[in-house]
């Protein structure tokens, strides 16, 4: 029997939104419900912009929604023994196929209330702590961690603050990197700055067709660089934020298709997927010694950036 | 020297923008920049902080030629490429971080600087490698590494993702150099904030600030649209940090290089000392 997360029970599900939700929530903006043909395929011409909709798309299947398709079993874990237990982090025991893994996953809530409790998946300290420390416990217990990135970013408000939001990334960016046990991180949805880093460094780092990975939001970029958020699609573009981008620049090592219409349209499929690409890169990883796993990490990060050094000349 | 907006300079004297005071600007000089009225810390630019924390002459820059590449060819209303030109014509450094070797009271380190001149001291490739290195000069030689930081910016988004992999770059390297026994000597200043925060900053094994730093997470503005209220008046200074079990100690500029000093005084010497002259008689 699968145990599903206490808060998510009430949940629901997916095929319990009306059509006329899903007309509202057309990624491309339709003014024209009736053009709202989920199921189509999309066209090829998705700008940057249309991505990053879709990949915040409210239906788009999330981390619970892959702990009910996709795991065969997953018994959640609660809590970072310091000050709370943080709704937009789920982890736990997850059994994928013949894989026993730690999940660490993102969560952005289902429905209203959902949202509100998960605080619309952007984690706090204490959800980073609590990632920490069910990954300290799978390395002790020689399990491989899969992480599910889905996040706009870390929460911004005064409590977060107050109980060291940076430090808290910064703690596990700075643990991932030496953790003894191989790591697989994909990003779902979306790939929100340190928000996203702070479960998404490891030894793969693969993206959904759809989703996207960013430093900065693209309205905040807009915001910022164009004194006005509505540029949005134009940061969008610029920041080079799809998956075909960054597998272009080599940010990330895989990306994994979805169903024709983006994995909103059929979650079943999307986590089919996800499921085999999944047990892919766990084979992958196991497979290779752990000494060597942990200098390619190492090694994978050590060599990020570009830059010029002396006369122009491109270090990598 | 001070080219904060606010401070009007008009001779021998100027304005303080922070309590409004006029003030004999030779005054705020001799005090490393400091107001002498309210005690408020400008931001100064990187060669101003090694010039008032290092030994005289004892700089030697390391990687100094390192400059900005063009990543993801990024252009908003200008082009990264125009941008960073504009932005080493205005500071005359190459990039935000300067980094290299030197000593304090004679005690030697590896040493590094970020200007928030620089694109808001932002962290691009340039200075996660400049930072890396040093995190590995440190490890290699077994000297202190100081790291001074000022970044409004946090991750530089014109080098898009590859910004963002810089925080784990640079952690990656001080866990190296923790491995390998060395010390991380951390100082926050004005502001400090974001990506730069959210990884190497916040890793020292001290970690220390100025007076009145802005340091945090989230910009201060992102937080008030997101929760709509206003924010405590001392939210996210140094003084809140180390209310809230942030930050060793804050330490004011006059008195940093002395306090530094006597940190790497602990670090290099042993547990027990040596017997004296004065121990034996
Ligand atoms: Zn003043």
Redesign the pocket.
């Known amino acids: 029997m699968k145990e599903i997360p206490q808060h998510l029970q009430a949940r629901s599900g997916v095929n319990a939104v009306s059509s006329a939700d899903r007309a509202a929530y057309n990624p491309r903006n339709n003014a024209d419900p009736a053009d709202a043909q989920q199921d189509a395929p999309l066209s090829a011409d998705l700008s940057p912009y249309d991505i990053v909709k879709l990949a915040r798309h409210p239906l788009r299947p999330m981390t619970s929604d892959y702990i009910n398709l996709m795991f065969d079993d997953f018994m959640e874990l609660h809590g970072d023994r310091r000050f709370g237990d943080d709704k937009a982090i789920i982890t736990g025991f997850a059994r994928l196929g013949q894989n026993r893994v730690m999940l660490i996953g993102q969560q952005k809530g289902k429905n209203t209330r959902e949202r509100i409790l998960c605080n619309f998946g952007m984690p706090n300290p204490e959800g980073y702590r609590k990632a920490l420390l069910k990954m300290k416990l799978a390395e002790r217990l020689k399990l491989p961690i899969v992480t599910l990135i889905d996040t706009p970013g870390a929460n911004p408000d005064i409590g977060a603050e107050e109980r060291g939001q940076a430090y808290a990334i910064a703690e596990n960016i700075y643990q991932m990197i030496g953790l003894k046990t191989p790591i697989v991180n994909v990003v779902i949805g979306e790939g929100g700055s340190g928000g996203a880093l702070g479960i998404g460094v490891g030894d793969r780092f693969a993206i959904m067709e759809y989703a996207y990975c960013s430093v900065i939001s693209p309205e905040g970029c807009a915001a910022i660089l164009w004194k006005d958020a509505s540029h949005a699609p134009l940061a969008a573009e610029a920041l080079k934020l799809t998956a075909k981008e960054l597998l272009r620049l080599e940010i990330v090592d895989d990306i994994i298709p979805e169903p024709p219409g983006a994995a909103h349209t059929s979650p079943r499929e999307a986590a089919a997927t996800l499921k085999k690409a999944l047990q892919r890169y766990l084979k992958e990883v196991t497979d290779t010694p752990l000494d060597i796993l942990l200098d390619k990490r190492y090694g994978k990060y050590r060599r990020m950036g570009k830059f010029f050094e002396q006369q122009p000349q491109q270090a990598e | 020297m001070l080219k904060k907006k606010g401070v009007i300079t008009d001779g021998l004297w100027i304005r303080?923008d922070?309590?409004k005071?006029l003030?004999y600007k030779k005054a705020m000089e001799e005090r490393l920049d400091v107001?002498p009225?309210?005690n408020?810390h400008f931001r100064i630019s990187a060669r101003r902080r090694i010039e008032i924390t290092l030994d005289k002459g004892s700089f030697e820059e390391l990687w100094a030629d390192m400059h900005p590449a063009d990543p993801i060819e990024f252009k908003d209303r200008i082009s990264y490429s125009e941008r960073t030109a504009q932005e080493q014509k205005k500071t005359g450094l190459n990039e935000a971080a300067v980094v290299g070797l030197g000593s304090i009271e004679g005690k030697k380190i590896v040493f590094g600087v970020t200007d928030s001149n620089f694109i808001m001291g932002s962290m691009g490739s340039v200075m996660g490698e400049k930072i890396a290195r040093a995190a590995e000069k440190a490890a290699e030689t077994g000297l202190p590494l100081i790291i001074i930081s000022g970044s409004g910016g946090g991750a530089r988004m014109q080098e898009g993702m590859f910004s963002l992999m810089q925080m784990a770059k640079t952690n990656a390297t001080i866990s190296r150099l923790h491995d390998a026994g060395g010390t991380f000597i951390s100082i926050l200043t004005d502001p400090t904030m974001g990506g730069v925060m959210a990884s190497y900053a916040s890793q020292g094994d001290i970690i220390i600030a100025e007076p009145g730093a802005l340091i945090g997470f989230a910009g201060p503005r992102v937080i008030q649209q997101t929760i709509k209220k206003t924010l405590p008046p001392d939210f996210q200074s140094a003084e809140f940090l180390l209310e809230h079990g942030f930050l060793d100690m804050i330490v004011s500029r006059q008195d940093m290089k002395k306090e530094l000093s006597r940190i790497i005084d602990y670090l290099n010497g042993p547990a027990v000392e040596n017997a004296t002259e004065e121990t034996v008689n």
């Open positions: 303080c922070a309590c005071g003030v107001c009225e309210c408020h």
